[in-house]
């Protein structure tokens, strides 16, 4: 994906431009571009986009249920390249915080619409708006809101609703200017159609550019596959993470047990991939966000809710 315009500094509004499959060897991050107006941190309506940090060691339409259910099997290529690597400790899953935004403050079904909170920013952001059905987002704070959606059967991605905080206006700052990057988070997608939750976290940049590197963290995955093929395994936190690579500036780590909530060490991420010649040394941390990219709900409504994120940076 790429995003491309500024945004203000610690909430800003990111927009996927372009299409790309759910299907093998396939991620919406390999072509998609976000961009848009740069809201203020106060709480206001305007368009915004994602923050993220994590932890390293390795009255609506009816709603589909989000009763958990089993992790999807993940598809690996054929021509991946296996490694095992365990890193530094990691603070395990811990239960989410029991919350329910039942008199939500703000509501939009605009696709770039948005609400910056707390120095977060959370965008409805259906950046596919091409082949993307209806789809409206309710929320009571940054870190308490649900999307509704309908999306067709088929297999590009077509939205990211999400919450995201921006490093310096985008500009970003050092790596080695943070002794910590962390976060916590808490949601849960409908258990229907094709999708992954995931953390979005861009490097040296932010969009599709030479140099620029976005590194995801799946922690619910759907009947999707990321770009590229699984090159390494990551542990942490007692989570075991599939890492995939594209060779092309895009990384994922992909939990092979869905983690509906937890906290996740982003730098001790950073620093392994770094160690492993996936990143280069000392990045830009430039914005850390959390949401889900929804491909289809079977063309029923299906509701993706949050309960919980923030990003520590010391």
């Known amino acids: 994906m790429k995003r491309t315009l500024p945004a203000v500094l610690l909430a800003a509004p990111l927009v996927l431009l ?4 759910c299907e093998p060897g396939s991620s919406w991050a390999t072509q998609a571009s976000r961009g848009g107006p740069a809201p203020s941190s106060s709480a206001s309506a305007a368009p915004g986009t994602t923050s993220a940090a994590a932890s390293s060691t390795t009255s609506t339409p009816p709603i589909t249920s989000s009763t958990p259910s089993s992790t999807t099997p993940l598809s690996t290529s054929a021509t991946s390249r296996s490694g095992t690597s365990t890193s530094a400790t990691s603070a395990a899953s811990t239960p989410a915080p029991e919350k329910t935004c039942a008199d939500p403050v703000f509501t939009t079904s605009d696709p770039d619409g948005g ?39 088929s297999t590009s991605v077509k939205t990211y609703p999400n919450v995201h905080k921006d490093i310096n206006n985008l500009d970003g700052a050092p790596l080695s200017d943070y002794s910590t990057i962390t976060s916590t988070f808490a949601g849960r997608g409908p258990a229907t159609g ?121």
């Open 194 to 314: 094709i999708y992954d939750v995931a953390y979005d976290i861009w490097l040296n940049g932010v969009g599709q550019q030479p140099g620029v590197t976005e590194l995801m963290v799946w922690t619910e995955n759907h009947n999707q596959v990321p770009s590229g093929e699984k090159v390494a395994t990551y542990t942490a936190g007692g989570v075991t993470y599939d890492v995939w690579a594209n060779g092309s500036g895009y990384l994922a780590f992909v939990a092979q047990s869905t983690q509906y909530s937890g906290n996740i060490d982003i730098k001790a991420m950073i620093d392994w991939s770094v160690g492993r010649g996936y990143i280069p040394p000392n990045p830009t941390v430039n914005q850390l966000g959390y949401g889900i990219e929804f491909c289809s709900t079977g063309g029923v409504p299906a509701r993706f809710t949050v309960s919980d994120f923030s990003v520590t940076m010391n």
């Open 115 to 153: 609400w910056s909170d707390g120095g977060y920013y959370v965008h409805n952001n259906m950046w596919n708006q091409d082949e993307a059905g209806p789809e409206t987002l309710h929320a009571c704070a940054h870190d308490n809101w649900y999307v509704d959606s309908t999306q067709p059967d």
């Open 18 to 21: 372009s299409a790309t499959a």
